[in-house]
């Protein structure tokens, strides 16, 4: 798992006079013993639920809570009565009054923060982050997205001017992460590769860093848009920094969605293609596919299996379209009078199989069905390895001084999914899968790294799915 950008950029702002702790849930239990006056909580979507429950908890026992981060920004009025105090928005331009308002005692209510300018970033406070828990570390070299799919909730985040780190800052952050011992780091940016010569330069930068001096090689991952497959010397430089994964949303081959959803970089162009020029270039992929567009029938989801096979592709991140609250998909299902569940602490996100709007050519629960069916036959043993040999065999290799091995000790370089692989191998299927990875990373052993992290990542899929013996079958999904 990544660590937590956002918290420990908010502890950059106290002065020393503040003793801080950071806690994070996703890797460690809640401590209410802790006695802290203020309690800060971090919320994004699928966290609104559990935060609104410390919340509760820790202001029983007379604590101040304040809660901030992407869900409270975005729909803040869910969490009236939960908090003492609601941030809303980036914090950096506001620290100084909330800083301030804390020491005094005079918290108020709400505060919105405004655009920060990440030329003068401040470093996380990495220092007081349980790093050992952690897998990959993270550092944010942009903010904001110009593109504007009408279904994502960035533009009303962040905005659509993006706003960009120096590179020497970035360097600064990443020489921090691999001093506390991270070889993985996601720059965890919405659109990475959007503004081609700033990232041209980064990535020179981090080329000439990684690997150098007597470091070990790290391997980088962050999302971009399918647009970069159109820049070879783009796709050039991320493979000479060590940028081995990108996350990317495809979405759908249905062209008339994607022009539904505005969704414009994805369209004129032969998708499988891209990909393709993308991992030849050494960049695997993860995809994120969606369905349940208007322009959706029954049939999209067999066709978009059809589509996810086809692409030199293993993990996919599967939704069914949602509309997030602050989204202009939102407003128009909303004047279409097609919301059928109102924002609440425990909402739809985009991970569940029921979406919070009315399809328009099926019912909720057939595209919940036909989701579990796709998602079950991606994640099939059968179908995955037939994915995985065709992404080894295009996936492009890695400049050489980049193959070099970790020369940390080995208590701190045992491979984050080894316990997985373990536990996995007793599944005769997944078992399958394993030894096809390892017989293909034999044939490719300066990759062995990236196969074994798509492996680790599918098998993490796969272990969490539903056992379900009689999936819906298509005929049943189709009628
Ligand atoms: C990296 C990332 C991930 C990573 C790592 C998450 C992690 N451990 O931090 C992974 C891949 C695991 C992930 C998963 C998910 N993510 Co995510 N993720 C991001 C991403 C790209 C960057 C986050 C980041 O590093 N920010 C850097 C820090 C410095 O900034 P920040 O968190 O925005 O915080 C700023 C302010 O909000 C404020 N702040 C933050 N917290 C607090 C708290 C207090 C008290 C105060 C005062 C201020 C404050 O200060 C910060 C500086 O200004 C964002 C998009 C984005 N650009 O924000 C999406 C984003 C946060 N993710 C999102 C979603 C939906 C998810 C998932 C639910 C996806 C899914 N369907 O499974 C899961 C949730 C997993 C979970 N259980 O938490 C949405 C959230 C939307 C929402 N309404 O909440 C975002 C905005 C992207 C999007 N629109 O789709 N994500
Ligand atoms: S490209 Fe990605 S981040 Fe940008 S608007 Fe579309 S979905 Fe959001």
Known sequence: MNAAAGIATVAAFFPDDFELRLCDEIVEPVDYDDPAEVIAISVNIAQAAGAAIIARRFRAMGRTVILGGAHVSLAPDIFEGVADCLVLGEFEQIADDVVADIADGTLKRRYQGGKADLGNARMPRWDLYPNELALAGVVQTSRGCPFDCNFCDVIQYLGRVQRHKPPELVIHEVQALYDLGYRQINLSDDNFTVYRQRTLVLLEALAAWNGADGRDPVSFMTQMSIDVARHPELLAACNRA????????????????????????????????????????????????????????????????????????????????????????????????????????????????LTNIQPAQMSREQLGEGAEWLRHALLDPGNAIGRFERYAQLLGDMPEHLTQPDRRDPAARSHPFMELFSVMARDPAARRVIDCVRDLAATRPTLRGDLMQALGLYLNSYARQPRKADLPRMSAVAS
């Open 242 to 353: 060590g940028l081995r994964f990108g996350f990317v949303g495809l979405e759908t081959s249905n062209i008339e969605a994607l022009k539904e959803s505005r969704k414009r970089q994805n369209m004129r162009i032969d998708l499988v293609e891209q990909c393709e020029k993308v991992v030849r270039a050494g960049v695997s992929l993860q995809a994120g596919l969606m369905i349940g567009f208007d322009s959706d029938d029954l049939s999209c989801f067999e066709r978009q299996f059809d589509f996810a096979m086809a692409l030199p592709i293993v993990v996919y991140r599967l939704s069914v379209l949602v509309a997030p609250i602050a989204t202009p998909l939102y407003d128009q299902m909303r004047a279409a009078g097609r919301i059928v569940e109102e924002p609440s602490l425990v909402p739809v996100t985009s991970g569940s199989s």
